[in-house]
């Protein structure tokens, strides 16, 4: 099996020549002190030596042991303590975190490259510092500045995680039918009362204490989401100097035997009057969780890249080395009993349609955090307000879009090794079980398509899409001219359209057909996905086309060119589903299914 090598080369290029983000960096006060392009580069670095060398040696075992539950206590596999200790003592955990609170408040496009890196190095590892991460970033948006001082410091620095607790056995998707309790104590607290599943990190061994988020209802509160409060459940109660007092009544029941991701613990936590503190207000725990859910969503798409890129390198080197069959076109090694399996056109064809998903998956999450630095970051409102509504209307695309294309990738990946990808030996059949639960959690990737459709396009009239368009057509005005670019912007050109024609035809019928924003919304996140990473690859391609003569572009110009050939054509068939309305599937009756 090959070692995973972090795409350090490929996370530069998009920073410093895609995005340019020195430019941006210099000119906003708030970054300008902390970070410049030799300290993003060295940053880079320091996690490509953590993620390569630590963290993953560890991902196969994490799979062969799995997270133990023994009496409530939860431990986690062999190295994940030790390898968790250095990365809390790199002050990785701290990246992005509010400087008033002890954090590095760096941007979010330097931590999303290191997010990928982890995810990469193992999903089951990563997940326990980015709830925690997410966590920390909803108590430091909507928590007061008590709170924010008795919690977030020991969360940057790793010493306490943070969980999210929102899904109940009944309570998935929808939580407005939600029934965990919390009743005011009269003494500033709250009594917790309840059963959350599926929870996260609920229970591990990693840090001294856990502050679980939880989401529950004040009796009184209005019925559905909007009667929905957020609370802080610390595992061990604090005193006033931050010590640790004695323990909550909050118990991890059992975690769950998983399809993949086994060294991360998915934990069921009873909560059997524990006690709680209000952040913010009464029945505003929904959208407070949005803060740390929107975080969430976009790292589940770095997560699906992180998989993806690595199932990609232990493919490529695979078909460089497995003979079998000779080339259409003569023989490449004929002093060997066979050629390499590269030579032929549909290992190729899977090896550049992973290459081509990943690479441009990883712009997108990189162009979406820059808006999420903007919206941050920036002095102007307008340019704040401009970017908040891009981060909302392509956050559904970056959780959904990105992990759909991250398990086909990895399933691609398993199918270059053949049966040898089959087997346990090789890691590609891990690859596949760990990335898959990325397209069910955050919300799965069907509630991902209506936020998208019926929230972000149909609810505001478009808005939001229109001018995520007008900026993709001022790239393409822009360079429609370069010769050397008609290959990325001709076929960008046309997809824009397609994608406006579709939007206008839901907008208008949609009225008349009440279930057509139902029956669209996954066809019309895949081609919102398939022209979002065609604008990503010429993009890359505006940097590449006049240094073809360095293999690094030329390369880059080659996977993007199979892209808008063979790729973003698949955005026909989306949009011929879309356009046979919702008949087909709401006229069997339920009895016969
Ligand atoms: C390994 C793992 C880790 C997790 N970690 C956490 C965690 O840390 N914290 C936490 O709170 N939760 C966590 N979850 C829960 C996860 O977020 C939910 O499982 C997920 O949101 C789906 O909810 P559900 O399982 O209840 O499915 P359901 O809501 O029952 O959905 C079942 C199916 O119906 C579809 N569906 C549901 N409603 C609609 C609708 N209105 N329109 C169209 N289709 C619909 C769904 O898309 C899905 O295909 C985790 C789950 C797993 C498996």
Redesign the pocket.
Known sequence: MSEYQAPLKDMQFLLHEVFQVENFWSQTPKLAELIDKETADAILEEGAKLTSQVIAPLNRNSDEQGAVWQEGAVTTPDGFAKAYQLYCDGGWGALSGDPEFGGMGMPKMLQSAFEEMTQSSSISFALYPM?TAGAALALSSHASVEMKQTYLEKMYSGEWAG?????EPHA???LGIMTSKAEDDGEGSYKISGT?I???GGEQDLTDNIIHLVLAKIPGAPAGPRGISMFVVPKFLINEDGSLASRNLVTCGSIEH?MG?KGSA?CVMNFDGATGYLVGEQNKGLNYMFTMMNYERLGMGIQGTGAAEVSYQQAAAYAKDRLQGRSAGGAKSPDKKADAIIVHPDVRKMLLTMRSLNEAGRCFSTYVAKQLDIAKFSDEAESRAQADQLVALLTPVAKAFMTDMAFDSCALGQMVFGGHGYVREWGQEQLVRDVR?AQ?????N??QA?DLLGRKVVANKGLFLESYLKEITAFTNLHVQTPQLSAFIEPLIIAVDKLKQLSTHLLTKCQSDKHLV?ASATDYLAVFGYVSYGYMWAMMAEKSYDKADNEFYLAKLQVGDFYMKRLLTRIDSHSQSIFAGSDSLMAMDETLF
């Open positions: 709830l969980t999210m607790c929102l899904t998935g998707s929808d959350k599926f929870i996260t998983k991701i998915t639960i069910i959690y955050e919300g799965t069907g509630i209506l139902g």
